[in-house]
């Protein structure tokens, strides 16, 4: 995703005290800082773009609030001497045209050098272009589609956006850990339901590729319209091919109305999905059906690691009103990468946007432990980490329930 709430060894933070004011959150959108940047006499931006309003609202604000605490730490730092860096956020509404418009707005600021986002893989589709003609590096710590970093041609991978990173692992590695996993668990006969979006059937191919070479049937395979919420029509499809689970390849909005309706109608089996799904929203919309119900998210749990947990406290501490979600920890690391190619990029730079190139190359050359485990990528932008977790909803809420590194 994504959204990707979901889901570690960390790198110093300085302690983050002060009350979110002083944080320079300004809500939805707009510039923040925090900080006094010391005798800091020019400015440097990292934006962020999200989806900052609608369903997704929870997992973007925390994208942009976890970006925010890294600032802050740096400039109470004074990480960059001589630069101050503050935070441009723009909503995306999570729609590709949204995006769009909203990435060619940081472009055409000549002070931004790098921006953490998106959370959609289909909207970064459409930003991806707009960062790599103005030289912008762009870090997701969400999306997840392996398209937009290795291209459509899986057998001949090429990478067309040198200025694209992302913190998070991708579906080529969440799908196929899914299906070992229900796998190992007896389970072999699913069916599949994914809403047509990039992320969505990415992750669904992903998963029957796997799941098929492990010796398990697609019983179904069936597609829903995210605009809709009845899904009956679908459910009476697949419910005769009497799977073992369900896997859905699309975001909760729609996945916790299909677990409902699924289990009312009868069909009470498991519902499994991607990191779209890993959100206390999910629960809620699915009520006490999704009981047993599975999703995947990458990484560890945050607060499974001592770096983990020291994000945490430094983010509790610094007063935000919204959580950090699924995607803080790999926001912060996201944000973190920039800053540290920044450091040697504007160490002479007389201006960002002369400084731009130099800072994608030396992002594509950083390693440290971060929030979320070793940051570091490869020749494709992607992160070299591996490391996913399968939850179960248990008692009303997600619980870990195997973690573990793709081989």
């Known amino acids: 995703m994504q959204q990707r709430s979901i889901v570690r060894i960390g790198v110093p933070l300085a302690v983050a005290a002060l009350a979110l004011s002083a944080c320079g959150s300004r809500?939805?959108?707009?510039?923040?800082?925090?900080?006094?940047?010391?005798?800091?006499?020019?400015?440097?931006?990292?934006?962020?773009i999200a989806p900052l309003s609608g369903d997704?609202?929870?997992?973007?604000?925390?994208?942009?609030h976890s970006v925010e605490l890294a600032v802050k730490q740096a400039n109470d730092t004074n990480a960059i001497p001589g630069w101050k860096i503050s935070v441009e956020a723009v909503d995306d509404e999570g729609k590709a045209e949204v995006g769009k418009n909203g990435a060619t707005k940081l472009a055409s600021d000549d002070q931004v050098i790098g921006v953490v986002g998106n959370l959609n893989s289909s909207v970064s589709q459409q930003t991806q272009p707009v960062f790599s003609s103005a030289k912008i590096t762009q870090i997701s710590p969400a999306n997840t589609n392996p398209s937009l970093t290795k291209g459509a041609d899986t057998a001949s991978p090429k990478r067309a956006y040198p200025t694209y990173f992302r913190t998070c692992t991708t579906?080529?590695?969440?799908?196929?850990?899914?299906?070992?996993?229900?796998?190992?668990?007896?389970?072999?006969?699913?069916?599949?339901?994914?809403?047509?979006?990039?992320?969505?059937?990415?992750?669904?191919d992903a998963f029957s590729a796997e799941f098929k070479k492990g010796g398990g049937t697609i019983v179904a395979a069936e597609t829903i319209n995210p605009d809709e919420s009845n899904y009956q029509a679908v459910v009476s499809k697949v419910a005769p091919s009497a799977p073992q689970a369900v896997y859905y390849?699309?975001?909760?909005?729609?996945?916790g109305p299909l677990s409902q309706q699924m289990k009312n109608a009868g069909l009470n089996v498991p519902l499994m999905g991607g990191d779209g799904i890993f959100d206390p929203k999910y629960i809620d919309l699915a009520g006490a059906n999704a009981t047993n119900d599975l999703s995947t998210s990458v990484g560890a749990p945050t607060d499974s690691t001592p770096a983990g947990k020291k994000f945490l406290s430094e983010y509790q501490a610094a007063g935000y009103a919204d959580p950090s979600a699924a995607y803080g920890g790999y926001s912060y690391d996201a944000a973190t990468a920039i800053i540290t190619a920044m450091k040697a990029t504007l160490a002479s730079a007389s201006d960002v946007k002369s400084a731009r190139e130099a800072t994608t190359a030396a992002v594509g050359k950083?390693?440290?432990?971060?929030?979320?485990?070793?940051?570091?990528?490869?020749?494709?932008?992607?992160t070299t980490s591996k490391i996913l977790t399968v939850y179960k909803v248990t008692g009303g809420k997600w619980a870990a329930d195997k973690t573990d590194e793709f081989k």
Request: cysteine-free; glycine content about 22%.
């Open 27 to 48: 809500g939805d959108s707009g510039t923040t800082g925090g900080g006094t940047g010391g005798s800091a006499s020019k400015t440097v931006k990292i934006g962020v």
């Open 56 to 64: 997704l609202s929870a997992l973007g604000k925390g994208i942009q």
């Open 171 to 204: 579906d080529a590695v969440q799908g196929p850990f899914a299906a070992q996993y229900l796998i190992s668990k007896g389970i072999m006969k699913v069916a599949t339901i994914h809403d047509k979006k990039t992320y969505g059937q990415g992750l669904v």
């Open 249 to 255: 390849g699309g975001e909760f909005p729609q996945a």
């Open 366 to 382: 950083v390693s440290f432990d971060g929030v979320t485990g070793k940051v570091a990528f490869d020749q494709f932008g992607d």
